[in-house]
């Protein structure tokens, strides 16, 4: 996990799509930014209490800017607000970062399934896919042509790019590449929730370890301790402090409020800062970022929303 932290300097803002700007984010004395894989999102400070992560859009070889979107929502939590209404170029926003949880692993072949914003992500995937020579294709849909951001960009790939607007040609057609699961192939997808949930369930028969998905909502968990939430003991280890995590509080809260400090940012258990390792006990994991395997494997766990199934967690805190 990155531990860079600095001021940046919004060097430019472009309209991207209806309703989506990009942004380029540079050191204010030219120096280089720290390196990046496909995949890897930073956390942006936009204000107090308002901190939002956004996928690095851009060429991870360019060290001298960083690049991200963000698509205005109308309903959200502020952030897009903030960054549609009030920021500017020139401006300073806190930065940490990069952090990856949807890298690309190498493979020699790969589908890519994008929606609306869920662009960002993919496209320097695309890129790296292509300069490592494997086969790929891109299903890209939207609610309308104007409103896909980075169209122009994709015209390069030719034909492997599949660009389906929902006015145009309705959902996109995911049983035409995803009914019969395809060997050596990773699937990659980012996007709307109904969209990563459906391909989700193409994917189920596909073999294990092949779909990789980044959220940028949480899902529903499945919570393990069906009998309701309780109270139960987190010792921290490194700090040598036993504390109790009430049944209304997380353990990030509780941490917090013992004054130890503990990277976060999103608390929904989307953007995985708050990634703990496990020393002892046995997570009840309600995040969406940690694959079937980790979470099966029980070494860390997202403090920011998941508990505990016994009495007692012991954390590398």
Known sequence: MSSYEVELVVGQINLAADGVLA??????LGEQ???????????????????????????????REWRVA???????????AHVHGRLEVGDKVRVRGPRNRFALLPSPRYLFVAGGIGITPILPMLAAAEAAG??????????????????GELRRYGDRVSVAPQDESGLLDLASVLDAPRPDTLVY???PGPLLDAVEERCAKWPSGTLHVERFRPEVPEVQNAGGETEF???????GRT?????????????????????????????????????????????SVLTDEERGAGETMLICVSRCLGKRLVLDL
Request: aromatic share 4%; charged share 25%; glycine share 12%.
């Open 189 to 191: 997808c980012c996007g």
């Open 233 to 239: 003991e987190v010792v921290l280890e490194r700090s």
């Open 23 to 28: 942004l380029t984010l540079r050191h204010p």
């Open 134 to 151: 494997a086969d790929w294709t891109l299903l890209y849909g939207g609610r309308t042509r104007g409103s896909m951001a980075f169209t």
């Open 70 to 80: 963000v698509l205005r929502e109308p309903d959200g939590r502020g952030g897009s």
């Open 243 to 287: 504390l109790t995590v009430p049944a209304d509080a997380s353990v990030l809260d509780t941490v917090r409020a013992a004054g130890v400090e503990v990277l976060f940012s999103c608390t929904e258990g989307t953007c995985g800062t708050c990634e703990t390792d496990v020393l002892d006990g046995t997570p009840d994991h309600r995040d």
């Open 33 to 63: 930014l720290p390196g990046w894989e496909p995949g890897a999102h930073i956390d942006v400070v936009l204000g107090p209490d308002l901190e939002r992560q956004y996928s690095l859009c851009g060429d991870p070889a360019d060290r």
